[in-house]
């Protein structure tokens, strides 16, 4: 087998890894909030240990690509496909962090109802999710259009955490709530921003893959 044939066969592989570790980190997140509609403790206790096997995904992932740099030694568009996988699988595994945090958190406050302290929260939760699954598969399809659309939405999870954080204010200075509670949601809140902001990294990265600039800056 030719080296080109090898290297292309390892390419694919790692784009089915990255895949991989995308639909598990995507449905750890379905399965975080779904626990808690449900109010099944025991699942979203579950939850928690996905960890592990996210990072041990995650160092596998990077493992690959590291070999096929020093290996291989890729230029140009095939550089440029091992360093996009090897920041995106970096996202993506700081997203199942974000999703593990959030779990432990709902435990924490006995998995009280999100929408009794904002109703801005359940639009919260789906457009991140959305946020996430259209980067994923923005990533998957190489497509730089649905990419560039995830970044230009970004404003609107960042405009619903801040009306989160107003509503949260408003309780600790009105309603009494138990300000560990509002504490706790506040957190919850960021760590949603913060999943819509890796997929925001997933995003850029694809363009990055396909076009070589990020940010509109000519990297490689």
Not at 26 to 37: D, P, R
Request: a negative charge; hydrophobic letters at 40%.
């Amino acid at each position: 087998m030719s080296p080109r044939i090898t290297f292309d066969s390892e390419l694919k592989r790692l784009q089915e890894d990255v895949e991989e570790i995308g639909m598990v980190v995507q449905a750890l997140y379905i399965k975080v909030f779904s626990a808690l509609s449900e109010k099944k403790q025991d699942v979203l206790a579950e939850t928690v240990k996905s960890e592990r096997d996210i990072n041990a995904m995650q160092r596998s992932i990077e493992s690959s690509c590291l070999n096929l740099i020093t290996k291989q030694q890729p230029v140009a568009r095939d550089l440029r496909q091992v360093t996009a996988a090897l920041k995106v699988v970096n996202d993506i595994s700081r997203i199942g962090d974000q999703c593990v945090d959030i779990a432990e958190l709902l435990l924490r406050m006995n998995m009280k109802n999100l929408s009794e302290f904002s109703a801005h929260l359940d639009d919260m939760i789906v457009r991140t999710k959305e946020q996430l699954s259209e980067a994923i598969d923005s990533f998957m399809q190489k497509d730089t259009t649905a990419a560039a659309e995830v970044v230009e939405k970004d404003d609107l999870v960042d405009d619903l955490f801040n009306l989160v954080k107003l509503d949260l204010i408003r309780h600790l200075k009105e309603d009494g709530k138990n300000p560990d509670d509002c504490i706790d949601v506040l957190m919850i809140a960021k760590h949603l921003e913060k999943v819509g902001d890796h997929a925001v990294n997933m995003a850029q990265w694809t363009i990055f893959r396909e076009t070589g600039e990020i940010n509109n800056v000519r990297l490689l």
